[in-house]
């Protein structure tokens, strides 16, 4: 079993920044793709990024790509989501999510076992 502790979110400006983190149990975090995700009310969750086990790969939808940045570090079995430039079509309940046996493209949140419980972000205009 993995556990997937999300912390930081909350409420900001137009323009402005956040980061998110998520800290993953067990000794296996190198094995996994992370992703993030996000579900806003009354919409499907949509995946923002996601990262290749040693962080060499990392893939972004188009509606954050040159915004947001994800990274992990593995000694610390933590994934990380920089959100910068945030727009008010951000705000969302934002889901980490690991992978532990990765078949599919990281793009889809069906290829993801394991979920955090999810954190608000909120962009004010």
């Known amino acids: 079993q993995v556990q997937l502790v999300q912390s930081g979110g909350g409420l900001v400006q137009a323009g402005g920044s956040l980061r998110l983190s998520c800290a993953a149990s067990?000794?296996?975090?190198?094995?996994?793709?992370m992703g993030w995700f996000r579900q806003a009310p009354g919409k499907e969750r949509e995946f923002v990024a996601g990262?290749?086990?040693?962080?060499?790969?990392?893939y972004y939808a188009d509606s954050v790509k040159g915004r947001f940045s994800i990274s992990r570090d593995n000694a610390e079995n933590t994934v990380y989501l920089q959100m910068n430039s945030l727009k008010p079509e951000d705000t969302a309940v934002y889901y980490c999510?690991?992978?532990?046996?990765?078949?599919?493209?990281?793009?889809?949140?069906?290829?993801?076992?394991?979920w955090g419980r999810g954190t608000q972000v909120t962009v004010s205009s």
């Open positions: 999510a690991a992978d532990s046996f990765p078949t599919g493209t990281p793009r889809d949140k069906y290829e993801y076992d394991y």
């Open positions: 067990g000794r296996t975090f190198s094995n996994y793709i």
């Open positions: 990262i290749s086990q040693t962080g060499r790969f990392t």
